[in-house]
């Protein structure tokens, strides 16, 4: 629900993009609606910045958002006008207006909604997943859990306390400020109340200022036990398929503590224990009908559906990193030379079926999916279903997104796979102004004041952050 | 409540000797805000939740003056205490097996009433029912005490809580139960990411369970009820009773370690005691606290004073340590309660210390201290605050009558002769201690004030050298009588 006066910062749910809801899926040996001709909704969109993104990149699928600011949707709503994105259609109103009239949805998502409304309204975006999800439809929810929640709530009842007097935004946000700078005044003591503000403390220096109304401050901010949103989901008809997050917790956890958690055999159970072992106070969750998950189903078949890409890269040949920093080991030769294949293709998409083509026997094909399918779920190496429309080469007249270039002023500009890119310097900035695709990379040299090398370093950055158009 | 008594009758709650809730402390903690108590030796306590009785008949025995009375809603405990009560010819302490919701006038008025480990792991309409009985109860000048957990600390607690409660709810077994919980918390810490907080608390919970017995866990985790407050909720609780705020049972030392900006920003409260007390919890993260209250309209002073103490007493083990660095030039350094080391530079001071150290373990009064001071009231009044908030030495309302040294025929406690064999041992100034030596416990067992150390040397065929060894041991330990 959005905060009655201040609108909430800017944020891109990455997470929630169809085609990746559509590749968790896959691995969960379900096909999901094509996510390049879908139909999307998100609860509490804001102003939409989700998905302008998705719809401008997704020209062939359809978007509606509903709020219940009409400053944020107005907001949204002049974007969309603005940039001539026709396939996102965002409104005002209570999450209860969606009904019949809008249709079966493919993908649902709310992020940042499910933990911040009242009961009844929890309860409703259960029950508008239940009625508008197509048969094999997928919906994305982000909530607070605990036990981890424990902590937050914590400095919230401490905050709610101190800000009790005051009711202008600017006066909350401030005196929370000085209270949390106040309780970490020097010396600090050694205790985890007083480690937990320290980080909060951390974070919030980089956060927009309004983010504390939205956690620390909040009149609503509900938290759920894992096994208490999967039984609230099953009351629906609807069970867990995925964390959207792409992180393989258990292959961080030390071996006594996996060989614990492998002997709990139900897999709902392991991923609460999960959260008890790492503490987790927030979860991305992807849901979908009970009864369409096939764990069991054949992992070539998966691979064979997916186009993969990733930066690996080794120094020994055993420790392989790959997107997102993290990193696996393998002694399997053929998997080294995948990884290789895969490393000096980056960002160029390789197809699943060409990769496993060099397996010679079906045994090695099996095992070699098998690690691929680990890669994806950890988020080493990248799969789509329909892959973004990015550049592999920046090309003689390199050219980005209409969208991000109308957020160059912003704070994140969204990459052609709905990222959110934080653009660092002003030469950036200027940059991507220029990359309307009608300039030369001479013209561009030139206009930017650098020389040909300098212009080719910096477009192959936005080549990686996938910034540059391919066609 | 049904569910609960099931529970403490089956696996019982660990004997437990609350200190800090005797008449001599609860008094001595009022007295610090002006509040003039009956006096410890002479007055009517009772205790809801008594559980076995230990701190009552500790008390009972060493204020021979005062009477008191224990209900507890579990049988099998108080059956317990009775017949220790009645094996030691105690007249003036009675433990009942009865409903807090029972208690009514035919109990009569009380100077002190308190409720140890209760307030928060009852169900609302009992705790309700504490706070009546706390203010119908209550002598005009009376004094209540309520321990319960306090947010935000205790957000850390409702967090092991839950998930311990999750983990073992297919478990019916107790002894299982508590198993179970330990593995759940060493599953926990076996975590690569030690420095969150979160794993930070789960290291200090298992630190902490390490020195408690582990059935404590039965009760304070996993039971039924667990209801946290934060003090200014609690404080409006006790307001619509007609009670309000004293002081903490024991001195708290987050005030004395501030830096001077926030001291100012919280002077700034003026005399909104509740807020006050509020913020310094927010400052600590306290998960527990240890209230006293008092009726309504009784005038407290609740600044930061002194003068109160020239009114109490003092015990300390005092003794001379070598200087750290850092020390102020012609400071000397002691050793106090519980290893507690402070550095002193007023001569005058010193010379008090010295004296408190030489008599330990005597309770001596502030105008003895200021005799040996030399007659600085104020520069030791203001030291003595300072030691007392840093547990270095501690202050009683009471004088406790101990043997002044190791007598021809030394006589214990035969409270604490009976006690030989269980968790603790209960001192005359109502604490908790232990013999451990296997020839302390041997001699101590002995001490019924018929035989001469020679005697006992001989009976035990040991040295008399090692059993005077013994001797000064359980003199110091606060458990020979006069």
Redesign the interface.
């Known amino acids: 629900m959005a905060h009655p006066t201040t609108v909430y910062p800017p944020f891109l749910a990455s997470a929630a993009h169809p085609d990746r809801m559509a590749v968790r899926a896959h691995l969960r040996g379900f096909s999901a609606p094509p996510p390049d001709r879908c139909r999307v909704l998100e609860l509490g969109c804001a102003a939409g910045w989700s998905l302008l993104a998705f719809g401008s990149t997704l020209p062939g699928s359809e978007f509606v958002g509903i709020d219940l600011s009409e400053a944020a949707i107005a907001q949204g709503q002049e974007w969309a006008n603005r940039l001539g994105i026709s396939n996102v259609h965002l409104r005002a109103g209570d999450a209860t207006d969606i009904g019949e009239a809008d249709g079966q949805f493919d993908y649902i998502f709310a992020h940042g909604f499910l933990s911040w409304v009242p009961e009844p309204m929890r309860v409703r975006v259960f029950e508008i997943i239940r009625d508008r999800l197509a048969p094999n439809g997928v919906a994305y929810l982000s909530y607070n859990t605990?036990?981890?929640g424990?902590?937050r709530?914590?400095?919230r009842?401490?905050m709610r306390?101190?800000t009790r007097n005051f009711t202008a935004d600017a006066d909350r946000i401030s005196q929370a400020r000085g209270?949390l700078g106040?309780?970490l005044?020097?010396?600090v003591?050694e205790?985890?109340?007083?480690?937990?503000l320290a980080?909060l403390a951390e974070r919030l220096e980089t956060a927009p200022p309004e983010q504390i109304l939205f956690d620390e401050l909040a009149d609503e901010n509900f938290h759920f036990?894992f096994?208490e949103f999967v039984g609230m989901a099953a009351h629906f008809g609807l069970e867990f398929l995925a964390e959207a997050e792409l992180v393989d917790f258990t292959a961080?956890l030390?071996p006594?503590?996996r060989a614990?958690l492998s002997r709990v055999g139900d897999r709902l159970a392991r991923e609460?224990?999960l959260d008890?072992?790492?503490?987790r106070a927030f979860r991305q969750t992807m849901i979908c009908r009970a009864g369409q998950q096939q764990p069991a189903a054949d992992q070539v078949e998966m691979v064979r559906g997916l186009r993969i890409a990733a930066p690996m890269a080794s120094e020994d040949g055993q420790r392989w990193t790959g997107a997102c920093g993290s990193s696996v080991d393998t002694s399997n030769a053929l998997a080294q030379t995948i990884f290789a294949r895969l490393g000096a293709a980056w960002p160029r998409m390789l197809s699943g079926q060409e990769l496993l083509t060099a397996a010679p026997s079906p045994k090695e094909v099996r095992i070699l999916a098998n690690i691929l399918v680990q890669c994806i779920e950890s988020g080493i190496v990248r799969a789509h279903i329909v892959p973004p429309a990015a550049a592999s080469q920046a090309g003689e007249r390199p050219r980005a997104s209409t969208l991000s270039r109308a957020q160059i002023g912003e704070r994140f500009v969204s990459s052609l796979s709905c990222e959110a890119i934080e653009l660092s310097t002003e030469s950036d900035k200027k940059l991507l102004d220029l990359l309307d695709g009608s300039l030369t990379r001479a013209e561009l040299a030139e206009r930017m004041a650098m020389s040909l090398e300098e212009l080719d370093a910096a477009l192959r950055n936005f080549v990686r952050l996938e910034l540059l158009e391919n066609k | 409540m049904s569910q609960h008594t099931g529970d403490y009758n089956e696996i019982l709650y660990p004997s437990y000797l609350a200190t800090q809730c005797s008449p001599d402390q609860l008094s001595a903690m009022a007295r610090m805000k002006g509040l003039e108590t009956a006096p410890p030796n002479a007055c009517r306590m009772l205790e809801l939740g008594c559980g076995d009785g230990a701190s009552l008949i500790a008390y009972a025995y060493a204020l021979p003056g005062s009477q008191f009375v224990g209900v507890d809603l579990a049988a099998r405990p108080v059956e317990i205490g009775n017949a220790k009560i009645a094996e030691l010819g105690m007249t003036k302490v009675t433990l009942r097996c009865a409903d807090v919701m029972d208690i009514d006038e035919s109990y009569g008025d009380f100077d002190f009433i308190f409720a140890h480990g209760l307030f928060s792991w009852v169900p609302e309409p009992v705790r309700y029912r504490v706070l009546e009985i706390c203010s119908d109860r209550l002598a005009p000048n009376g004094v209540a005490y309520l321990s319960y957990n306090a947010y935000p600390g205790s957000y850390q607690r409702d967090m092991l809580r839950a998930m311990l409660q999750i983990h073992t709810r297919d478990i019916a077994d107790p002894v299982s139960k508590i198993r179970q919980s330990l593995g759940l918390i060493d599953f926990i810490r076996s975590s690569p990411f030690r420095d969150t907080p979160y794993h930070q608390f789960i290291q200090g919970v298992h630190e902490h369970r390490g020195k408690a017995p582990p059935e404590v866990l039965l009760y304070d985790e996993l039971g039924s009820v667990n209801q946290p407050f934060f003090f200014h909720e609690f404080a409006a609780l006790a307001a619509r009773h007609g009670l309000q705020f004293v002081n903490e049972a024991v001195f708290d030392q987050t005030l004395a370690g501030l830096p001077p900006p926030l001291k100012q920003a919280l002077d700034s409260l003026g005399n909104d005691v509740v807020t006050f007390e509020q913020y310094l919890d927010f400052l600590s993260g306290r998960a527990f606290r240890q209230t006293l209250l008092c009726h309504q309209g009784i005038p407290l002073n609740h600044r930061r004073q002194w003068e109160p103490l020239t009114e109490l007493y003092f015990a300390a083990p005092v003794l001379e340590k070598e200087s750290k660095e850092g020390d102020p030039a012609g400071s000397r350094r002691y050793a106090g309660l519980q290893g507690r080391s402070a550095a002193v530079a007023d001569p005058a001071v010193q010379s008090a210390l010295k004296h408190l150290g030489g008599v330990w373990p005597a309770i001596v009064p502030f105008e003895e201290l200021r005799t040996a001071a030399g007659g600085a009231s104020e520069t030791l009044g203001q030291h003595l605050l300072q030691l007392a908030e840093a547990n270095f030495v501690k202050v009683h309302a009471h004088s406790f009558r101990l043997a002044p040294a190791v007598s021809d025929k030394p006589r214990a406690s035969a409270l604490a002769r009976r006690q030989l064999g269980e968790r603790f041992l209960a001192n005359l100034f109502c604490e908790a201690v232990a013999v451990t030596e296997p020839l302390g416990k041997l001699v101590f067992a002995r001490l019924d004030g018929t035989h001469t150390p020679a005697d006992l040397a001989a009976g035990l065929g040991v040295t008399q050298e090692a059993v005077n060894k013994q001797l000064k041991d359980i003199f110091e330990l606060g458990l020979l009588e006069a």
């Open positions: 605990f036990p981890g424990h902590l709530e914590m400095v009842g401490v306390f101190h209270l106040a309780l005044e020097p010396p003591p205790s985890s109340y007083h480690n937990y980080r036990y096994h961080m030390p006594k503590a614990t609460q224990y008890f072992f790492i503490g």
